[in-house]
């Protein structure tokens, strides 16, 4: 059985508005091409997995198209990602993404996120968990090499709003920068706390050098969009991260 699904954007807590600025917010954002339909092939009675693919037409410099292949078994707590150039496949990873059959991977973006002239990939799969798990979302990118193969990074995020983070360049250099929000706890108060990752020379690395982050902005019953006064800024550089959580990178 195939059928079509738009991507659910869960509810949650916090809802980030429009017109809502984080201080990375005044900086240039990356236009990224979303593709939105996820094909499902519901295989779980006969083969206890669902499938979940989608194409994108004229990918490649040379026009070829890429096809992403997700898979969730019933049966297993691990799911795999097939990346196909036209109808060949050419790798198979195996990952824990918090993919299951009762959920559907959320949007998928293209950009070129690091400035090389080379189309990349981006997308979410959302946690099924309770309470704060809930606002957890796995994030791969897909970083295409000069051979047409890529870089797979994993790891796990936080998403307190509707729309998802753009990449920000905070420094003009096209090499847009990936934004990352995690809970910290700081005195009797609890934080997001921003740290900022750039993809160089086959891996992430931290760039909070960049902009005097990472910062911190504290939760109220209210939205707010502030760094916080209550920490100094040199302070909350102890809580800056070398990786993001759950950092995976082949």
Not at 51 to 62: A, E, G, M
Not at 203 to 218: A, G, R, S
Not at 225 to 231: Q, S
Request: positive net charge; aromatic residues 18%; contains cysteine.
């Amino acid at each position: 059985m195939i059928k079509i699904i738009l991507p659910i954007f869960f509810h949650l807590l916090l809802a980030r508005t429009v017109c809502a600025q984080y201080p990375f917010d005044k900086y240039p954002g990356i236009e990224s091409k979303a593709h939105l339909n996820w094909k499902v092939y519901d295989r779980k009675i006969e083969k206890q997995k669902t499938d979940y693919t989608l194409s994108i037409p004229d990918f490649f410099k040379n026009k070829d198209t890429l096809t992403i292949r997700l898979t969730a078994f019933e049966k297993r707590e691990d799911s795999d990602i097939r990346l196909f150039r036209n109808k060949t496949q050419t790798i198979k990873y195996t990952d824990t993404i918090g993919l299951e059959w009762i959920n559907i991977p959320d949007s998928l973006f293209v950009a070129d996120f690091n400035g090389d002239s080379l189309r990349d990939v981006k997308f979410y799969i959302p946690n099924n968990g309770c309470g704060a798990y809930n606002y957890y979302t796995h994030v791969i990118y897909l970083f295409q090499k000069p051979d047409g193969t890529f870089y797979k990074l994993l790891f796990t995020d936080l998403f307190m709003g509707f729309e998802y983070r753009k990449e920000r360049d905070v420094d003009g250099d096209g090499n847009y920068e990936i934004i990352t929000q995690t809970f910290q706890g700081y005195g009797n108060h609890n934080y997001w706390l921003f740290n900022l990752y750039c993809f160089v020379n086959g891996t992430l690395i931290n760039v909070n050098y960049k902009n005097d982050y990472p910062i911190m902005v504290q939760l109220l019953n209210r939205e707010n969009f502030r760094i916080t006064k209550n920490i100094s800024r040199e302070k909350m550089k102890k809580y800056a991260k070398e990786f993001p959580d759950d950092y995976k990178i082949e």
